[in-house]
């Protein structure tokens, strides 16, 4: 009994960390590895080094970005995007088209 007593700070100090550090962290790998897997074409990303473009094309590890003006095409890896910035899919562009109708007709 007294050397649970003795113990008991480390063991406290123990929980705390799995409660702060850890259980938080391997909630966010859960995230991130569900983002990377729900890559879809035309989703602009931005990846780890700051580049943001809209994926083109999806291979199995590999990852075609366009980006810029001049539409230049960036070969990398699944893992090298950061995080997803918007999905261009027609769901998206038909809620923003009525978005801009609604605040039409809300001016007049």
Known sequence: MKTLIQFSPLIFMLVVVYLVILLPESKRK????????????????????????RIMNIQDR???????????????????????LS??????????????KEEKSSDK
């Open 30 to 53: 859960k995230q991130y590895a569900a983002m990377l897997n729900s890559l879809k074409v035309n989703d602009e990303v931005m990846t780890k080094g700051g580049i943001i473009g």
């Open 62 to 84: 590999i990852i075609i970005l366009q980006t810029g003006p001049d539409k230049v095409r960036i070969k990398l890896d699944r893992t090298g995007v950061l995080n997803l």
């Open 87 to 100: 999905a261009f899919t027609e769901h998206n562009k038909s809620a923003k088209d009525e978005n801009k």
